[in-house]
Nanobody, 125 residues
């Protein structure tokens, strides 16, 4: 069992930056691949980024490549998503997920208990 809690969302103007965080507790954080998804009102949840348990491999959606960076600090049991050059279409609730298998993280097929509650990111025009 792992508990995930996102934070760091807020309101930012287009072109600005935010860093959202996901703090994990419970099972060993360093043994889990971690990912970020986002969901805008009326739209399906979409994959944003993922990182392996060691931090050695990262994956990004085409829509955020070159703008977003995922990282992790296993000593702090925290994964981060640095978001730069934000666009209004980045507005969404951002969720983190976790699983020992990174393919499940990227696919978004982790069990319901392995998702956080989300943090709202709003980018104004």
């Amino acid at each position: 069992q792992v508990q995930l809690a996102e934070s760091g969302g807020g309101l930012v103007q287009a072109g600005g930056s935010l860093r959202v965080s996901c703090a994990a507790s419970g099972r060993t954080f360093g043994s889990y691949a971690m990912g970020w998804f986002r969901q805008a009102p009326g739209k399906e949840r979409e994959f944003v980024a993922a990182i392996s348990w060691s931090g050695g491999s990262t994956y990004y959606a085409d829509s955020v490549k070159g703008r977003f960076t995922i990282s992790r600090d296993n000593g702090k049991n925290t994964v981060y998503l640095q978001m730069n050059s934000l666009k209004p279409e980045d507005t969404a609730v951002y969720y983190c997920n976790a699983d020992p298998r990174i393919n499940k993280v990227v696919a978004g097929t982790t069990p319901e208990d392995y998702w956080g509650q989300g943090t709202q990111v709003t980018v104004s025009s």
